[in-house]
């Protein structure tokens, strides 16, 4: 096999999307620096032209968003540093003391810590509702686990380990013919799936932009529609209303503090572009494609065993599996060092997931594709898996 350790001829294989896309279109990058050089002041925290210009751009930011995701009202857009900066905030501002939690063990550390938490504090109460073997929660199994006072439904779009995507349509029809906020983790699946908060009647959604959103590290945030009730959990200086010592009512401002991550959210914008401009509705259908390639070649190798079911149009582009003989992590070192290709092992921050599959403690490896991939990777990610089974078999 000659895809061995990368050089300036055979540049590394990246997959490992799924934790931060890597690298960006260099267009992006390009236009991020270039606006941000015309226009690096704090948005709108001065009356000079610059400041309006950047101010102005930066609610135009709020509507593209708020468009990407089916929301109404691009106020209800507000900027934090990542999906789980995002998912703290609504966690914590739409709960209240006595209250109940709906959660599932396909979540992220970034719901079941804060939930964790609130309930080592003495605020709250929850209740995790567990996968099938398809890797979903139905809206049948979120629905028995609601109890009066639960307050709040939150689950993630899409999972980080498994792929799969749940039915937030049907989710959301119970939690809105029962009166209940439904929070979802879009960290995995905005940029690959098409969402509709009305439609779906999604209260609060987080997001990154680091991720399939092709934006920078360091942005994110949470969309509410307008009828949300959520409270802010931070408090400072938000450009208007500086006379008051509460937090200002409206929105954004109610849930912004501190000057905005400008060049970041420059970045954000122009992933978004680039994705609309080159048609993200197709993104999904040929990574799926690929990623059905990368799990039928790694499926097909005895000794390999592979997690979750078949990608398609229910799954975002990944694929976990282990290796017979190879602790994860070493998979992942011999990955690297030997064949230059950069995958995720571990635990994927998503213990009760591994738990329920059987491959806590060690994790798994993780192969996560992304807009570049090509399906020659994927099949030099195969060969290279054959021939680490081969060598562990001879030794």
Same mark, same amino acid.
């Given at each position: 096999?000659?895809?061995?350790?990368?050089?300036?001829?055979?540049?590394?294989?990246?997959?490992?999307?799924?934790?931060?896309?890597?690298?960006?279109?260099?267009?992006?990058?390009?236009?991020?620096?270039?606006?941000?050089?015309?226009?690096?002041?704090?948005? +709108?925290?001065?009356?000079?032209?610059?400041? @309006?210009?950047?101010?102005?751009?930066?609610?135009? @930011?709020?509507?593209?968003?708020?468009?990407?995701? +089916?929301?109404?009202?691009?106020?209800?857009?507000?900027?934090?540093?990542?999906?789980?900066?995002?998912?703290? #905030?609504?966690?914590?501002?739409?709960?209240?003391?006595?209250?109940?939690?709906?959660?599932?063990?396909?979540?992220?550390?970034?719901?079941?810590?804060?939930?964790?938490?609130?309930?080592?504090?003495?605020?709250?109460?929850?209740?995790?509702?567990?996968? *099938?073997?398809?890797?979903?929660?139905?809206?049948?199994?979120?629905?028995?686990?609601?109890?009066?006072?639960?307050?709040?439904?939150?689950?993630?779009?899409?999972?980080?380990?498994?792929?799969?995507?749940?039915?937030?349509?049907?989710?959301?029809?119970?939690?809105?013919?029962?009166?209940?906020?439904?929070?979802?983790?879009?960290?995995?699946?905005? =940029?690959?799936?098409?969402? *509709?908060?009305?439609?779906?009647?999604?209260?609060?959604?987080?997001?990154?932009?680091?991720?399939?959103?092709?934006?920078?590290?360091?942005?994110?945030?949470?969309?509410?529609?307008?009828?949300?009730?959520?409270?802010?959990?931070?408090?400072?200086?938000?450009?208007?209303?500086?006379?008051? #010592?509460?937090?200002?009512?409206?929105?954004?401002?109610?849930?912004?503090?501190?000057?905005?991550? #400008?060049?970041?959210?420059? =970045?954000?914008?122009?992933?978004?572009?680039?994705?609309?401009?080159?048609?993200?509705?197709?993104?999904?259908?040929?990574?799926?494609?690929?990623?059905?390639?990368?799990?039928?070649?790694?499926?097909?190798?005895?000794?390999?065993?592979?997690?979750?079911?078949?990608?398609?149009? +229910?799954?975002?582009?990944?694929?976990?599996?282990?290796?017979? =003989?190879?602790?994860?992590?070493?998979?992942?070192?011999?990955? *690297? +060092? *030997?064949?230059?290709?950069?995958?995720?092992?571990?635990?994927?921050?998503?213990?009760?997931?591994?738990?329920?599959?059987?491959?806590?403690?060690?994790?798994?490896?993780?192969?996560?594709?992304?807009?570049?991939?090509?399906?020659?990777?994927?099949?030099?990610?195969?060969?290279?898996?054959?021939?680490?089974?081969?060598?562990?078999? #001879?030794?």
């Amino acid at each position: 096999m000659e895809n061995k350790k990368p050089n300036m001829d055979n540049p590394f294989i990246y997959m490992d999307h799924a934790a931060t896309t890597f690298p960006r279109p260099s267009g992006v990058l390009d236009r991020m620096t270039a606006r941000y050089r015309r226009m690096g002041c704090s948005p +709108g925290r001065g009356g000079y032209d610059m400041a @309006v210009e950047a101010g102005q751009y930066i609610h135009q @930011v709020r509507q593209r968003i708020a468009a990407w995701f +089916g929301a109404p009202d691009p106020d209800r857009v507000v900027f934090t540093s990542n999906a789980t900066d995002a998912l703290n #905030l609504a966690i914590s501002g739409m709960t209240r003391p006595g209250d109940h939690v709906v959660s599932t063990t396909l979540e992220h550390n970034s719901v079941l810590r804060p939930l964790y938490h609130l309930r080592q504090s003495g605020r709250i109460d929850y209740t995790l509702v567990e996968f *099938d073997s398809r890797g979903i929660v139905t809206p049948e199994a979120i629905a028995r686990a609601i109890r009066d006072h639960t307050r709040l439904v939150v689950i993630n779009h899409a999972s980080n380990v498994l792929g799969t995507v749940q039915p937030i349509a049907g989710i959301g029809q119970i939690c809105r013919n029962r009166g209940i906020p439904l929070v979802i983790d879009t960290a995995q699946s905005a =940029g690959f799936i098409p969402i *509709d908060m009305e439609s779906w009647h999604v209260s609060a959604l987080a997001f990154t932009g680091h991720k399939a959103l092709l934006g920078p590290t360091g942005t994110g945030g949470l969309v509410t529609l307008p009828d949300v009730r959520i409270s802010p959990t931070r408090f400072g200086g938000t450009g208007v209303e500086s006379l008051r #010592l509460d937090q200002p009512e409206a929105f954004p401002h109610r849930l912004e503090t501190g000057t905005l991550n #400008l060049l970041g959210i420059i =970045g954000l914008d122009e992933g978004l572009i680039f994705l609309e401009t080159s048609g993200f509705r197709k993104t999904l259908q040929r990574k799926a494609a690929l990623a059905s390639q990368l799990r039928q070649g790694l499926a097909a190798i005895g000794g390999v065993t592979v997690y979750g079911t078949a990608p398609g149009p +229910g799954h975002v582009p990944l694929v976990t599996c282990n290796i017979d =003989g190879i602790h994860p992590s070493d998979a992942g070192m011999i990955l *690297d +060092g *030997d064949y230059g290709i950069a995958v995720r092992t571990g635990l994927h921050c998503a213990p009760l997931v591994h738990e329920a599959i059987g491959t806590s403690p060690g994790g798994a490896v993780r192969f996560s594709l992304g807009w570049n991939t090509t399906q020659k990777e994927v099949e030099q990610s195969i060969e290279a898996v054959k021939e680490m089974v081969s060598e562990t078999s #001879l030794s």
